[in-house]
């Protein structure tokens, strides 16, 4: 069958334009925006389309003069809210509303909605599903992953009857999204005669050492392999997994056992960008191509590990115990047409911040966050 | 019926005066272990030597630990949160004048260790425990101080504008008990509280003191 050219209108155009602005908009804050029209319109003037200056056209025309084919968007993030029942901790439950209600109400509203992992604090379903539940209240579309504390009791099974299976991957607006269960652990509760709880009231002591360390695991580096092996080089990843997937400070399991393997089959991409869970704190790390950013926690924040703290991370202030949701808070990411992706840490009490693929890739030299006047000790 | 009340009553009786203070049967004679309530029933015959002896005593420490099935938790605490532990005085073995022993042995230098470190491996149990601290949401130290992180003991006594005095450690501690563990507020002088002291500060071993800072 022979290819009919396609003519579009003068009007189909316009509203095509129209709409490719509106998309640019949602993605772009005030800053960025103002940057893209004047580099936009120099552009145009300079292509000798002045007369076009009233159209839409400038932001396409700089979308081009960056060589990115991407609309640019923003998605939120929601994380670890370690859910118990209702009888037993209302308070986790009340800060996981916050988080929802938080997301519900940005405006405009984003792509999508991304859990980290640790939706309930002991395996159980009744957790699970109480956590469910609340987040069906979100208006976005949600995405889930699995964390530690939602797989030990009995192994995944409930939670991956409720949202599927724990790894998959989807493409949106260009950018290939993987969710990987990072959190797998060598069996140590055979030898000792652990019961299913046990096993999980083990896990879920951060600095409990009768347990074996995170990995992602050979069957998982496996089907990570052949996703990504359908996904051209120059595609920007984003990987979601509950632990880092890189070494920080092994008592407290921020850390991924195999992460050099998964690093490996991450690094032929230009750009590959980590978020995590787990580390309930403002965490960032660059390693080569891969830059990684931590998510908070709606339950309690984590402090920070005492060695092994990556150079490039700016601490959030110590929280402060007199405030119960302090330290706590949900965040944003908007990822650029270029691929770039930019967190916003939404902390809640606080001024929020913001930690910036550019501060990441210029090695720390360019738009360095505001950093803590209260370390951590 | 009545006959048969009367007879329950009786026969209880009996087993609690068993239980409390055991008649031997007949040709034996009861040893007591040292908790006052654990028996076995020795036959007067039995030969005085030092095996019979030992597999007395190792009668009574298997019923006695049967009734105990916690007794070995300092292990599990070992194990599970590596307590660290305290100062090695071995150099002082053999020398000077200890004032409770006299002269400094391996045992002495061993019983302070174990002692000390006892108290802290108890603070460490309480300390990753919700029930321990009595808390109603299940909720535990170590949630936000795992190995007792960002808990910097070395900085109290300071001023705590939020408590509007100079806060001591256990003044921390229990208001993290009263607010976000949301358990009962411990006296100082509680076992659980002086656990929980030595604990905390056992893991910050080798931190300069450094009242009052921020």
Known sequence: MSKIPHIKSVETR???????????????????FLKVSTGAAAAALAAGAANHFHSFLPVNVAYAAEGAAL???????????????????????RQL???????????????????????AQLGRKEELDLGAQILRNIKAPVHMMVGEHDWFYDMGHHWNELF??????????????VVLMSVHEKDFWTARGMDAAERMH?????????????????????????????????????VFSHSPLYKLYRPWNFWTDDAEDVQALLKPFDRVTVLHGHTHQVLANSIGNIQFQGMLSTAWPWPYAPQGMPALTVQMNRPNPFDSNDGLGDGQLTVHPDG?????????????????????????????????????? | MKNSVLF??????TLAAKADDPTPAPGTKTVKLCDNKTTVQVSNDAPKTREEGQKISDELMAQWKETNPNSTWEQGEIEAHQVVTPADNSRLVGTGQSSTYGVVTQQTVEVWKNETYKTALYGSKVFHS??????????SCDMCHPRAANTHPETYPKFQPQLGRVAMLRDMINWCIEHPVRGKVLAADDPKMRAMEAYILAQRKGTPLDYGKR
Do not use: C
Not at chain 1, 79 to 89: A, E, F, G, M, R
């Open chain 1, 14 to 32: 316009y509203l095509e334009e129209r709409a490719r602005l509106f998309q640019g908009l949602q993605s772009l804050d005030r800053r960025s």
């Open chain 1, 340 to 377: 770039m992706v930019d967190m916003l840490y939404n902390l809640w009490n606080r001024n929020p911040m913001q930690v910036k693929a550019s501060y990441l890739s210029s090695g720390g030299k360019n738009d360095k966050p505001v950093m803590p006047t209260l370390a951590s000790y």
């Open chain 1, 71 to 93: 609309p640019g968007f923003s998605f939120a993030y929601i994380s670890d809210s370690h859910l118990y029942i209702k009888k037993t901790n209302e308070r986790f439950v």
């Open chain 1, 97 to 119: 509303l916050r988080a929802v209600d938080d997301v519900n109400k940005l405006d405009p509203q984003p792509d999508f909605v991304f859990f980290g992992g640790d939706l």
């Open chain 1, 202 to 238: 083990t896990v879920a002591g951060l600095d409990n050492a009768m347990q074996s360390a995170f990995e992602v695991g050979g069957p998982t580096r496996e089907w990570l392999k052949k996703d990504l092996d359908k996904v051209s080089k120059s595609t920007p990843l984003i």
């Open chain 2, 130 to 139: 919700g029930d321990e601290l009595g808390s109603e949401i299940a909720v």
């Open chain 2, 8 to 13: 329950v009553l009786v026969l209880t009786a």
């Open chain 1, 164 to 177: 599927g299976p724990e790894n998959y991957s989807f493409d949106h607006k260009g950018v290939h999204f």
